[in-house]
């Protein structure tokens, strides 16, 4: 390389092809490549949070005993439905735009690169202020929950075969008796027998849920009444 090409620091500053000085554009390929480091790992988060979206979608749509926990709200179990294919939906099309963000990169488009870069920042905020409503609601939520299943208990469970069915599969996958502890079914209208074992003696007998397997309790507190 001839001396004149180069100032006293050792600068190239021969032109390149496109017109510009041949330090400038080695500086801006740096720029590129970093560029596309950054694209690929957004582009990480991004499917694996489409991945995400996917399988809380067929978990909401298919699995049998959120189905049966839904069942307990029938007035939305529609709605349920609905955002399960929606949360199906979203997640492919994140899965995909992931991927393309991928072959994109490679390709080393500076306008595509940059627009890309700005459409998954911007994704990825909205994604986050959407975790971050769901958190601050967990507690809404908690309760609107538990307050159906007392519902449930209380009003359904004797009546209703459906919601009868959905609490006990709800109450053997998970192993538990009632919303919060067994004392839940004292209250309940449902299988209260009165059995004379003979005319001096009245057992009062509360049920609290048919548990399968032996994992549960078949009956709660006995109340023994001694008849006059």
């Keep these: 390389m001839p ?32 560029l ?49 294919w929606l949360l199906l939906a979203a997640g492919a099309i994140m899965t995909f735009v992931g991927c393309c963000g991928c072959c994109g990169a490679w390709k080393l488009n500076q306008c595509a690169l940059v627009g890309f870069f700005v459409i998954l920042v911007i994704v990825f905020c909205l994604e986050l ?18 307050s159906s299943m007392y519902d449930t208990i209380r009003n359904r469970y004797a009546s209703e075969a459906n919601y009868r069915s959905a609490f006990d599969t709800i109450q053997e996958e998970f192993e538990c008796c009632g919303v919060k502890s067994y004392s839940d079914w ?22 609290i849920g048919a548990v399968g397997g032996g994992r549960g309790n078949g009956y709660g507190k006995e ?6």
Excluded at 44 to 56: E, K, P, Y
Excluded at 140 to 145: G, K, L, S
Excluded at 186 to 207: M, N, Q, T, Y
């Design 223 to 228: 109340d023994t009444v001694t008849s006059s």
């Design 36 to 84: 596309r480091s950054l694209v690929f790992v957004f582009n990480l988060f991004f499917w694996i949070a489409g991945i995400v979206t996917i399988g809380l979608g067929l978990w909401l749509l298919w699995d049998p005993v959120a189905s049966e926990f839904f069942a307990l709200h029938s007035a939305h179990h529609g709605s349920f439905r609905i955002v399960g």
């Design 129 to 146: 202020a959407a975790a971050y409503t769901a958190y601050n609601k967990q507690e809404t939520i908690r309760e609107y929950i538990e």
């Design 186 to 207: 004292l209250g309940a209208s449902w299988d209260r027998k009165v059995s004379h074992a003979d005319d001096a003696e009245v057992r009062i007998e509360h049920g």
């Design 3 to 34: 001396r004149d090409e180069l100032d006293p620091h050792g600068i190239d500053y021969r032109l390149t092809p496109s017109g510009g000085p041949a330090h400038l554009s080695r500086g801006m390929g740096g720029c590129v490549k970093a």
